[in-house]
């Protein structure tokens, strides 16, 4: 099998450290909510199970607890979280390969492909902020960024999909 072109390891690389790069954005994001969750549910529950605050305040306390607890087990912060990582884990490996001339960019895209099924849906602003990265990471700080992400996407990215904008995005 013939080596890759300059072209086509750099366009494998960009992939793997885009994914990459998503995947460590989302994971941050889960894994911190994940633990706020977890702050809120010993911190309410606390409330709710002492006699210091009052009737009341355990009332509001139990509430609130039942509120994070739920929270907790139907939107799964910390599953997604540890998805993520791996994920994130499997596409540094692939660009490890890859730098180390131990993989062919074309087996390293589908390896890229076969990872790409298991992905959750994604996100698009956190999926445009990893595109500039890449792309400042495999073709240097002189390349133009190829997506455009205002204040509100920037903020919001791990929070609304954001999948009506492609951001300038090729």
């Not at 540890?82 to 490890?96: G, M, P, T, W």
């Not at 205002?150 to 990215?157: D, E, H, P």
Request: charge should be positive.
């Amino acid at each position: 099998m013939a080596a890759d072109s300059a072209t086509e390891l750099n366009a494998a690389k960009h992939c793997a450290l885009l994914n990459s790069r998503y995947h460590a954005d989302r994971e941050a994001y889960l894994d911190r909510l994940d633990r706020n969750i977890t702050f809120g549910i010993l911190a309410t529950g606390a409330a709710a199970f002492t006699q210091f605050f009052g009737s009341e305040v355990q009332a509001i306390g139990a509430a609130v607890l039942t509120v994070f607890a739920l929270a907790r087990i139907v939107f799964e912060t910390g599953k997604k979280a540890r998805l993520h990582s791996d994920l994130r884990r499997q596409y540094l490996e692939i660009s490890a390969k890859l730098e180390e001339g131990k993989l062919l960019a074309r087996s390293a895209n589908g390896q890229m492909m076969r990872l790409a099924a298991k992905e959750p849906p994604v996100f698009c602003a956190v999926h445009a902020l990893a595109e500039n990265w890449a792309t400042r990471a495999v073709y240097g700080e002189g390349q133009s960024l190829p997506c455009e992400i205002g204040v509100w996407s920037r903020l919001t990215r791990n929070i609304l999909r954001h999948e009506s904008r492609n951001f300038g995005c090729d």
